[in-house]
């Protein structure tokens, strides 16, 4: 219970900074909402299985410990290679360890809030760990966000075009369109004279660029694929043999469509977004929904268990959060 009311205690905060004079009927639709999408996953999960077919799958995950080993490893080596990413773009002399528990308390936050403002708390904790102002925090915070964009993005048009979808000219159209825009976006006289934005604006290009942004990129993209085998071990204790690749594409559809949601952790967007992309590769849907929840709980499970243990490493306080939330601190 404790749980649920800190997330609506953190959604009232994030919408009362993006608009001070949020009304109570826009928190209230809010709320139905995401109410209404948890009835939705719920309902759909009921009358696929009973509770003794729930307690079968998980049974099965819990009764295959080196696949569990497996699936620990590939998604804590995914962010420790996002985290030495973060800290190559800020700042190489800081220890690793500071963008490792930004990212689990971000990873926390994500899994306990109604919205993904995660990333309000990573960027804090790096603020408070480097005495960096909030606005090059969030900055950075910011740029790791567009590169995890890029490469899921990139993963998944050239996936689609590999598995010969329907739609693969339309993912090509959109990403060069993209691509485009933010060209002359970039080159347009209105940014230039923003001071701030052009300030990052030049970092994050002069960056990208250099050899270190080449090797950003790469520890990005090694590090979506590495989180990919949270899906694949699944994959292979359900017995259902897709390759590896395939989970690449699946992982990234499914991240992608992540970017916005309105229930911890993504509940209900995750399961349809990632059953449907398996059952675009030829699985059954009652089988692609299990391999859904049998992934999305694993990381639920990984996110408490590592936020645990980055509160022990690095606590922060209840306040400090709210305090980022409304920016009333480092800025």
């Given at each position: 219970m404790r749980i649920i009311l800190n997330g609506i205690e953190i959604m009232y905060a994030?919408?009362?900074?993006?608009?001070?004079n949020m009304k109570l009927k826009s928190r209230f639709i809010i709320r139905i909402l995401a109410l209404l999408w948890l009835v939705i996953f719920i309902a759909i999960t009921w009358a696929w299985f009973d509770k003794q077919e729930l307690a079968q799958l998980w049974h099965k995950l819990a009764m295959q410990p080196y696949w569990l080993l497996f699936m620990f490893f590939m998604y804590l080596t995914s962010f420790i290679l996002k985290a030495e990413a973060w800290r190559r773009y800020v700042e190489p002399r800081e220890p690793l360890r500071v963008y490792f528990h930004g990212l689990i308390y971000?990873?926390?936050?994500?899994?306990?809030?109604?919205?993904k403002v995660g990333d309000?708390?990573?960027?804090?904790?790096?603020?408070?760990?480097?005495?960096?102002?909030?606005d090059d925090a969030l900055h950075s915070v910011a740029a790791m966000r567009l590169l995890d964009l890029f490469i899921l993005g990139l993963f998944a048009g050239v996936g689609t075009v590999w598995f010969g979808l329907e739609a693969s000219w339309l993912w090509i159209f959109l990403l060069l369109f993209g691509v485009i825009v933010a060209g002359f976006g970039y080159k347009m006289i209105g940014i230039k004279r923003l001071p701030f934005l052009q300030k990052h604006l030049s970092y994050l290009n002069a960056t990208l660029i250099s050899s270190k942004g080449r090797s950003i990129l790469a520890l990005v993209a090694v590090s979506w694929i590495c989180e990919a085998g949270v899906i694949y071990?699944?994959?292979?204790?359900l017995k259902l043999h897709l390759p590896f690749i395939s989970m690449i594409w699946v992982n990234s559809i499914t991240i992608a469509g992540q970017v916005f949601h309105i229930t911890p952790g993504a509940i209900g967007t995750y399961e349809s977004t990632l059953s449907g992309s398996l059952v675009v590769l030829g699985i059954d849907w009652k089988d692609a929904y299990a391999a859904a929840i049998l992934s999305h709980g694993f990381k639920f499970i990984f996110s408490y268990s590592l936020g645990l243990y980055s509160f022990i490493r690095m606590p922060i306080k209840w306040n400090e959060i709210k305090l980022w939330f409304t920016h009333k601190k480092g800025v």
């Open positions: 994030v919408g009362k900074e993006f608009d001070p971000s990873l926390l936050v994500n899994h306990l809030s109604p919205l309000l708390v990573r960027t804090g904790v790096l603020m408070k760990a480097t005495g960096k102002t909030w071990g699944v994959i292979q204790i």
